[in-house]
């Protein structure tokens, strides 16, 4: 996956720019360190296809003690705008020369998966420090354990992401809330673009999303999306192929199993994008994971 990440913007022209140059040749994250790009982060989401919320500039060019509500306020206003949004800098610090966190750092790890961040990165821990290994498996231990938490989906869910008067959003929304009701497995969305699957990202789904699509270079995009799995195959040409092609996708890649409802999202007619009109609910039967096994082995 090819990302741009463009350092010290204060403005959006500065983004426009940058997407200019790069010609829709890597996605572009924007860089938030600046604190005069806190006054315009609405332009600058708008403009950039993800952004990171840089803590370490940011605490230099402002006082340490308004980094966190900052923290929060860009987390927020990128998934309202349905932007993946990463935390970054100075997560586990001291694991450059210790191979143990502080407690803080692991609480302050912690919040940034509460809060909902699309992931979470470190930097000097794994790229000059003396314990790498250990701080990428310090970090996942922490994630896995608040994902893992009773209360973690509606900490997630403060943040309210309402939707556009749009179809796709109406059906991107819809299709979080039925899995609430009918305990689906996951969500199954066919996408060209990628943009249905980032309008169900959106809502922050409390199960995973298998995204197929057939660009290679929207699949690879897609791997920073919250909660997402995406994959590259052939595009569907009719309803009954969807159907078959989603059962058989959330079987191979561990979404669901037999007995288990999902639910896939579409658009007709298939391979438009920009057309997703179609929630559907199917649930697999037994006889249909003995032919997955079969045609396995």
């Known amino acids: 996956m090819s990302i741009v990440a463009l350092s010290f913007v204060q403005r959006p022209e500065d983004v426009a720019e940058a997407?200019?140059?790069?010609a829709g040749r890597a996605a572009l994250l924007a860089k938030i360190e600046k604190p005069a790009a806190i006054e315009r982060l609405d332009g600058i989401l708008e403009l950039a296809d993800a952004v990171m919320v840089a803590r370490g500039d940011l605490g230099v060019e402002m006082l340490p003690e308004e980094v966190p509500p900052l923290q929060k306020r860009i987390v927020e206003a990128a998934r309202r705008m349905g932007r993946p949004v990463v935390v970054a800098t100075q997560m586990l610090e001291s694991m450059i020369t210790s191979p143990s966190p502080t407690r803080a750092?692991?609480?302050?790890?912690?919040?940034?998966?509460?809060?909902?961040?699309?992931?979470?990165?470190?930097?000097?821990?794994?790229?000059?420090?003396?314990?790498?290994?250990?701080?990428?498996s310090m970090?996942?231990?922490?994630?896995?354990?608040?994902?893992?938490?009773?209360?973690?989906?509606?900490?997630?869910?403060?943040?309210?992401?309402?939707?556009?008067?749009?179809?796709?959003?109406?059906?991107?929304?819809?299709?979080?809330?039925?899995?609430?009701?009918?305990?689906?497995?996951?969500?199954?969305?066919?996408?060209?673009?990628?943009?249905?699957?980032?309008?169900?990202?959106?809502?922050?789904?409390t199960v995973p999303l298998l995204v197929l699509t057939p660009s290679l270079k929207t699949a690879r995009r897609l791997g920073l999306l919250w909660g997402a799995?995406?994959?590259?195959?052939?595009?569907?040409?009719?309803?009954?192929?969807?159907?078959?092609?989603?059962?058989?996708?959330?079987?191979?890649?561990g979404i669901a199993k037999g007995g288990d409802r999902i639910v896939v999202i579409a658009g007709v007619p298939f391979g438009t994008p920009g057309s997703t009109n179609v929630v559907h609910v199917v649930r697999l039967i037994g006889d249909e994971l003995e032919r997955h096994k079969a045609v396995k082995s």
Do not use: W
């Open 229 to 253: 799995h995406a994959v590259r195959t052939r595009d569907v040409t009719s309803f009954e192929e969807m159907v078959a092609k989603a059962k058989r996708m959330a079987l191979r890649h």
């Open 139 to 205: 970090m996942n231990r922490i994630a896995t354990s608040v994902e893992s938490d009773p209360t973690h989906s509606a900490r997630v869910h403060f943040t309210e992401t309402l939707p556009d008067p749009t179809t796709n959003d109406a059906i991107a929304q819809a299709a979080s809330n039925i899995v609430g009701t009918v305990s689906a497995a996951g969500i199954v969305c066919f996408t060209t673009s990628g943009s249905t699957a980032r309008r169900v990202s959106r809502e922050r789904p």
């Open 105 to 136: 750092e692991v609480s302050d790890v912690a919040t940034a998966v509460y809060d909902g961040a699309d992931a979470i990165m470190l930097s000097a821990e794994s790229a000059s420090g003396q314990f790498p290994c250990e701080s990428v």
């Open 19 to 22: 997407r200019r140059l790069i």
